[in-house]
């Protein structure tokens, strides 16, 4: 939440507020003004004293629901503070985990050098490579082995344009030719089972049209959850 609508948000609450109590004060005043100015008959005097009072607890069930309301809005803007304090928090981890990424990768001519040619790493490479530009991925070889794909423009608009996230998902190669899941960020709930079926298929491009997707909807979602928080 930027700090325009937050000031919006505060002055709105403040002034339903004042504008709420200035209103219960001139109805109060000019009741007791009246019942003075009149100076009526002892009967048609209860009869206003009984209207007044009527009308006082009529106010006062309308301030009760006015105090509500005011701390439902405060609620909000507090689970909205909540949510942009961890939103902020993640993007501090994530930037420092993309620069160990960054400190523990060498070159890009360097990826896969001459020894891995022949390796399963290697295969994989030239499978994934012609749809690098097209699905928007980089993969990189860790120092230690380490499969990494990152994907790129999986939040589209859905972030200002200034903030570049990537998406990562290291694998492990086992026995040869099959792969286990070491890191996964953001997280993908079915990860473990796309893995799964990507070593009984060795399919490894359906592999990551599909982890693009559930990349893309989670930035959706997040989206979704943000601007539901914010309306309410």
Same mark, same amino acid.
């Given at each position: 939440?930027?700090?325009?609508?937050?000031?919006?948000?505060?002055?709105?609450?403040?002034n339903i507020y004042l504008k709420t109590t200035a209103l219960i004060q001139h109805i109060l005043s000019a009741t007791h003004e009246e019942e003075q100015e009149l100076k009526l008959s002892g009967d048609r005097a209860a009869?206003?004293?009984?209207?007044?009072?009527?009308?006082?607890?009529?106010?006062?069930?309308?301030?009760?629901?006015?105090?509500?309301?005011?701390?439902?809005l405060q609620t909000v803007k507090r689970t909205i503070e909540e949510l942009r304090a961890s939103i902020?928090?993640?993007?501090?981890?994530?930037?420092?985990?993309?620069?160990?990424?960054?400190? %523990?990768? =060498?070159?890009?001519?360097?990826?896969?050098?001459? %020894?891995?040619e022949n390796s399963t790493l290697m295969q994989v490479y030239k499978m994934i490579q012609p749809f690098e530009r097209l699905l928007g991925i980089q993969i990189q070889k +860790?120092?230690?082995?380490?499969?990494?794909?990152?994907?790129h423009g999986c939040s589209g608009a859905l @972030?200002?344009?200034?903030?570049?996230? @990537?998406?990562?998902?290291?694998?492990?190669?086992?026995? +040869?030719?099959?792969?286990?899941?070491?890191?996964?960020? =953001?997280?993908?709930p079915d990860l473990e089972r796309l893995v799964n079926h990507l070593n009984w298929t060795e399919d490894i491009r359906s592999f990551i049209i599909v982890l693009r997707q559930r990349f893309c909807r989670y930035f959706e979602l997040a989206a979704a959850v943000s601007n539901k928080l914010s309306s309410e």
């Open positions: 939440m930027s700090d325009v609508f937050r000031d919006e948000f505060n002055a709105d609450t403040s009869q206003l004293r009984e209207v007044n009072n009527k009308l006082r607890e009529r106010v006062t069930n309308d301030e009760k629901q006015v105090d509500c309301m005011i701390s439902r902020e928090k993640s993007k501090s981890i994530k930037i420092a985990y993309l620069k160990q990424i960054e400190s %523990e990768n =060498p070159p890009e001519d360097s990826f896969f050098p001459c %020894e891995f +860790t120092h230690s082995g380490l499969l990494q794909l990152l994907f @972030v200002s344009s200034d903030e570049v996230i @990537v998406c990562c998902c290291q694998l492990r190669i086992v026995n +040869t030719n099959r792969f286990e899941v070491v890191l996964c960020d =953001p997280p993908v």
